[in-house]
């Protein structure tokens, strides 16, 4: 994998599961590192040590997506303390799932703000400066059940479908100004969001599943990694799943 060494990337959701697998394969490539996080100040300077060890920089900024000002803020930081921003990962993404006919409007109004506005919110703010500098890559983090719909997660799924509407406009926007935006869209990974479901919910997916076997951080990591990468300055605009199969 090429070098990103003297690029600057934020993360946000970047305390754990997929957004830390993202951060450490980013700084393993030398890139300096803007970890956003939420709440688990504990989480991210354990992940801040371990990007350190890897011999590059990081920093955490606190802050909610949802909120347009804190998204500022955010990105703000990163040209701050590091003088660019190259790469952005809009990767924060929180579940409230419930059958349509019993789901409260909190709980859609929620995920539709920290998975679909959030991603906005820093595509926004970040989008200027990555004008200014003649270039930089956008990853968005969607699901696959943003392309097929999922029973239980009538929010979730329209949050990561709206995922992909914002990748191909900003990438039609945003192409001429030298920005690359793309999404991944992961399968069954397994992080801690998808421990709690039941052993029976894990057997049905598996068996829909080609490749039969579940995900890992790293594989949404390896693709994410690519995409930031020279090798794919001419892909823009692509939805990209990583789900051993499920959806073809």
């Known amino acids: 994998m090429e070098s990103l060494k003297g690029k600057t990337a934020i993360v ?3 305390s754990r599961g997929i957004g830390k697998a993202i951060a450490v394969k980013l700084a393993e490539l030398g890139a300096n590192l803007v970890l956003n996080y939420r709440s688990d100040s504990k989480s991210v300077e354990d992940v801040i040590k371990e990007i350190e060890s890897k011999g590059s920089k990081a920093i955490a900024v606190q802050g909610d997506v949802s909120i ?10 990163a040209v701050e303390v590091f003088g660019s921003l190259d ?57 696959v059940v943003g392309v097929t719909g999922n029973a239980g997660q009538i929010n979730y799924s329209a949050a990561k479908a709206g995922i992909i509407g914002v990748t191909k406009s900003a990438a039609r926007e945003l192409a001429s100004r030298g920005i690359n935006v793309n999404a ?43 995409l930031v990468s020279p090798s794919a300055d001419y892909i823009t605009g692509q939805v990209i799943n990583v789900d051993g199969g499920m959806v073809m």
């Open 12 to 14: 946000t959701g970047a």
């Open 68 to 77: 347009f000002s804190d998204a500022e803020n955010i990105v703000k930081k």
């Open 87 to 143: 790469i952005l990962i809009n990767n924060a993404g929180i579940t409230k799932d419930g059958l349509v006919l019993r789901m409260k409007e909190e709980d859609f109004d929620k995920v539709i703000d920290v998975n679909l506005k959030g991603a906005f919110n820093c595509i926004r703010h970040a989008a200027p400066v990555m004008v200014k500098q003649k270039g930089g890559k956008i990853v968005n983090i969607s699901s």
């Open 184 to 226: 991944v869209a992961p399968g069954f990974i397994q992080t801690d969001m998808t421990e709690v479901l039941s052993d029976k919910v894990k057997e049905s997916t598996l068996n829909s599943i080609p490749l039969k076997r579940f995900g890992s951080a790293q594989d949404i990591a390896n693709m994410v990694a690519f």
